[in-house]
């Protein structure tokens, strides 16, 4: 075969190597450059050849890479580094470069390990961050390879045990375990190493008890796992110190003496403890004469037990119990099972216990039997729906009489109306036409007859209009009262041959009320005050209105008043004023129906108010009433 064969042949080889392949000049310019070697540079063959590596990357110079060929090319010395590499768009690729010298300079052979150098960081950063969680983990770890030989303490395991981790770092296990354990330990550890088991969980040993440097035991609770890696097994354990736990179990212990001591007394209540998951371990007798179990029956028993079937099924009480861990305490009322299968409604609430730490202890539980009170609030409910039987039956009765009532309205409205008409009709016929053949006497009985007839018709009147309030619904609006007096006043029909009137009429404070109701209230007192004031010189009426002092149950509101110095009348007839048809006068001295005060009284009623009176004889009457719809409802 040729020289020139061999060269073609050899080209052929290195242009299809995977490695990228170069030769460079004493100049720095590109000789010889393979493909995977510009496919590694992110350029053409071509574009390489005849060109300075300072060409084609500027600012090559200045990198370690470039010292490092610099050195291979003055001193003639081979050299292999890894670098990160920079393009010129600022681009990076990690490569291995091995370079050695060459007749015409360098020869550069360049592998890339850029997946290779993203698995070490990748393993680099999980490395990190594990020892940063073993070393900044709360509880002590402690890795020990098959003979027991420290291999990883952490900082809790220094803080735990006073050792350094350069101190124990391949030291044996033992000298963290009290002399009398170590032999059953390792025991322990080889047949864990044997049994196939990968783990086992914290606290599944119970309280071990582990020795300090200085010779102090303390309890701890372990959990260890292991691991077989190159054909060796790793054995790694985690402690946590109890100390404080057992502390605060042993004065717990204590606590409960004292505190069965306390509630074994209490008859009232089912008071009891449970563990963190919700059984029975103490139990009073209250507990025993509610929930009728004997102690030996109900303790290491689960509080579901007391709970009806329904409850267990939809998880009632391990809801309570969650719901309590989580607060702090829960109340609830239900129903609940006895031993012999009867029902009780109990009143419940459950506390959480924990230690210092915060660790869930158990639960204090206190019952209470509310059946008794359960059952008085059935009857009450049963008497309740029979009142409102009882109510709406009355309201039916109530609706009938008031449809009578109307009807009676009706016919005296009606059918009584019409033979007044007739009496006073002929009679007033008799006066004029008959008036010559009539005597004094026979005249007099005439006019009475009228005049009896004409009070027949008021009375009617005063009546109809006594039914209809009470049928009628009260409407309630923003009432100017001060307009309301002064239109009664302009209503009013005075005698003109009566005395003079002199009436002072206040500001009134506003009310919500109705109108029209109102506007009655005040012509009615007017008008009795002006009829029994008729005797005096002047007749004087004071219109007014005062502040009620307000109470622990209501607000303060004003009290309207109209007064006046007439013939008044004695208190103690005081409570028949208000009556329907109570007179204090004889008809012969004031006219009227004596349904007048009767009506104001109603009305002032259905307006939730009070009206009452104060009286002196011949020094006059003053009637005050309030309006109760409370005084914040007014609009301005």
């Known amino acids: 075969m040729t020289a020139f064969a061999n060269e073609e042949r050899f080209r052929h080889t290195l242009d299809n190597m995977l490695e990228g392949c170069q030769i460079i000049g004493f100049d720095w310019r590109y000789l010889y450059v393979n493909n995977a070697a510009a496919r590694y540079g992110r350029q053409t063959k071509e574009s390489l050849l005849g060109h300075t590596v300072m060409e084609k990357y500027p600012g090559i110079e200045n990198t370690e890479l470039f010292a490092l060929m610099h050195q291979c090319m ?35 052979l360049t592998l890339d390990i850029a997946e290779r150098k993203k698995a070490e960081m990748v393993s680099q950063n999980s490395e990190a961050r594990l020892h940063g969680i073993i070393a900044s983990a709360m509880d002590a770890i402690i890795s020990v390879d098959e ?89 790694t354990v985690i402690l946590r110190d109890i100390t404080a736990r057992k502390q605060m179990e042993e004065a717990l212990l204590e606590s409960e003496k004292r505190f069965r001591l306390l509630v074994e007394g209490v008859k009232e209540y089912a008071i009891f403890m449970l563990d963190p998951d919700g059984r029975i371990v103490s139990w009073n007798d209250g507990a025993r004469r509610i929930k009728g179990y004997q102690a030996e029956d109900a303790i290491g028993q689960h509080i579901s037990l007391f709970y009806t079937a329904e409850d267990r099924a939809h998880g009632k009480a391990e809801e309570l119990l969650h719901i309590a861990a989580l607060q702090g305490s829960v109340e609830d009322e239900g129903w609940r099972v006895r031993q012999d299968g009867s029902r009780i409604w109990a009143n419940v609430s459950i506390s959480t216990l924990r230690d210092e730490q915060g660790q869930l202890l158990g639960f204090a539980k206190i019952t209470r039997d509310l059946t008794d009170r359960k059952e008085a609030e059935a009857q009450i409910r049963r008497l309740n729906r029979k009142l409102e039987k009882r109510v709406h039956e009355r309201t039916v009765q109530l609706e009938v009489a008031n449809k009578e009532l109307e009807a009676f309205a009706y016919s005296v409205s009606h059918d009584l109306r019409a033979p007044l008409r007739a009496m006073s009709g002929f009679s007033r016929i008799l006066i004029q036409d008959y008036n010559h053949i009539l005597d004094e006497g026979g005249q007099h009985y005439l006019q009475r007859i009228r005049e009896n007839a004409s009070q027949m018709g008021a009375l009617i009147d005063d009546l109809l209009k006594f039914s209809r309030l009470i049928r009628e619904p009260v409407r309630r609006e923003r009432v100017d009262v001060t307009a309301v007096v002064h239109q009664v006043l302009a209503d009013l029909h005075l005698d003109p041959a009566a005395a003079p009137l002199d009436i002072v009429v206040d500001e009134l404070p506003g009310c919500q009320a109705d109108p029209q109701l109102l506007y009655q209230v005040f012509l ?73 005060l009767a009506l104001v009284q109603r009305i002032i009623h259905r307006h939730s108010g009070e009206i009452w009176v104060e009286a002196v004889v011949d020094q006059g009457a003053t009637f005050y009433f309030t309006i109760g719809f409370p005084p914040e409802e007014i609009m301005e």
């Open 524 to 596: 009615n007192l007017i008008e009795n005050a002006v009829k029994y004031s008729r005797q005096r010189d002047v007749i004087r009426i004071h219109v007014g209105a005062q502040e009620l002092a307000p109470t622990a149950v209501a607000r303060s509101q004003p009290v309207y008043f109209v007064r006046d110095h007439g013939t008044g009348f004695d208190l103690a007839y005081a409570e028949r004023i208000f009556g329907v048809f109570q007179r204090l006068h004889r008809a012969e001295e004031y006219e009227g129906t004596g349904v007048g």
């Open 74 to 108: 003055t001193e003639r010395t081979a050299r292999i580094a890894e670098f990160e590499f920079s393009y010129p768009d600022g681009d990076t690729s990690w490569f291995q470069f091995t370079i050695q010298p060459e007749p015409e300079g360098i020869f550069v």
């Open 147 to 235: 003979k027991q030989q420290v291999v990883l303490f952490n900082t809790a395991a220094e803080t735990m045990f006073g050792y350094q981790a350069a101190e124990v770092m391949g030291q044996s296990l033992d000298r963290f375990i009290p002399q009398r354990f170590r032999q059953a330990h390792r025991e322990h550890i080889r047949g864990f190493g044997h049994s196939g088991v990968t783990n086992r969980s914290m606290g599944r040993l119970g309280a071990i008890i582990g020795a300090r440097a200085n010779g102090e035991e303390f309890p701890v609770e372990a959990s260890i796992s292991q691991i077989e890696a190159a054909g060796a097994r790793l054995y």
